[in-house]
């Protein structure tokens, strides 16, 4: 039994226990029951409902509450005003009570997905600690000193950074600020590649909640085979300026405008190009891909093969033991949340379909997708659609099922294996015209 439900159902018990007591003590006194027990039923009633409510629709329910309860101040107020001035009760009571059962109603439906909405089109960004990324860090041996959370926790405790001073400044000046679309500016961080002439320049983007920091295992790979790697702070994340969320609509916007800017660095122009995105990151690149000219090739983690169908996955996520798991929702709150983001944002989720964009590329274009076995917003099945719509032959294009692991972390959890793979798509980059 959930902890939400069983002290919901202690609450109903003891409202219970209390209502047959009082029943017995004026039967007892010998006053009248009828309109006692009607009450009582009226109330356990209305608690068994929200008791079901907590259980299976726990989130709308609670919002409902807390949205209603903020009037309910307001008409507490008033009734202790009307009771000082000695008014009548029962007839505004009653008024009262239904108009809140329909103003619970409103917000259970209405305000409860139009609040979401607007959360989702304003709010989303990069967790936390990922806001005091700075930029890739390089040791003076030419290795990438990799981040993680625990680095930059520990550095935000110690309230210094762990390497020394010139490393932060070369890592502060790797940044480029790169203008987009609909006013926005993308952070980009240029990573030098090992070698003179690298045998490509790599574009990187990450995934929701996340930053550029996400991208360095990757990087790091793609720099021990001979890259140069541009990593992408997403709109709305990282040190990228704020703009309505869109799920990778106008985000790929952004990818194709750092692609120009990197192409317009001195010997870029015809160096290959590979893109790579990871997650929410997969979308903006997929819809990039068909507005950028000579890709060579491209390598996407935990693909997402549909806006909707993955919004819905990751709103409708239980897992046992998964705190994340109380956020569950059923329908129909899924696809108003959904039409209310696409309101907000001035976009049609459903227009966001990476799998049809994927499945009219080049017939000779490269391609690397990765999927993982645990992975519940891209699952295998729907990453092997994906490639089995690409229009590539085997060869050209690759699927990696990678077993027992989850979303996105196979170059976390299997560096050396994701390396190969890595290497098996730079053997095969279609080179520029």
Known sequence: MSGPLEVALKLIAAVATLSI????????????????????VRVIAGMCVIAVGVRFLMLPVLAALFFSAVTMVLVLIVGLVRWLLRKPQRRFWRIVGWSHLGLFTIHLFVTFPAFLGWWGSRNLTSRGLEQLYEGPRVAVDGELLVQTWDTLDAEKQARKPSVADDIVAAA??????VPSSDGVTIRAYRLEAKIAEPVAVAVLVHGLFRSSMELEPVADILRNRGCECWLVDQRNHGRSTRAPFTGGLRE????????DYVRSQPGRAKTPLVLFGVSLGTVAVSLAVPRIDDVAGVLLDAPIDDLTAAAHRMMAFSRPGDRRSAAFLYEPWRSLILTSLGAWSD?????????EVLATMPHDLPVLL????????????????IYERMPQHEGVKELWQVPNVGHGRAFLELPAAFDQA????????????
């Open 21 to 40: 007591i009082g029943g017995l003590i004026r039967w007892r006194l010998q006053r009248p029951l009828d309109a006692y027990l009607r009450g009582c």
């Open 370 to 385: 990765v999927g993982e076995e645990l992975d519940d917003r891209a699952p295998p099945q729907t990453v092997k659609n």
């Open 347 to 355: 976009f049609t989720p459903t227009d966001v379909s990476p799998i």
């Open 172 to 177: 502060r000046k790797r940044a480029r600020s």
């Open 422 to 433: 890595v290497g098996r798509l730079l053997a095969r980059l279609r080179l520029p015209q």
């Open 252 to 259: 790929s916007d952004d990818i194709v405008a750092v692609v």
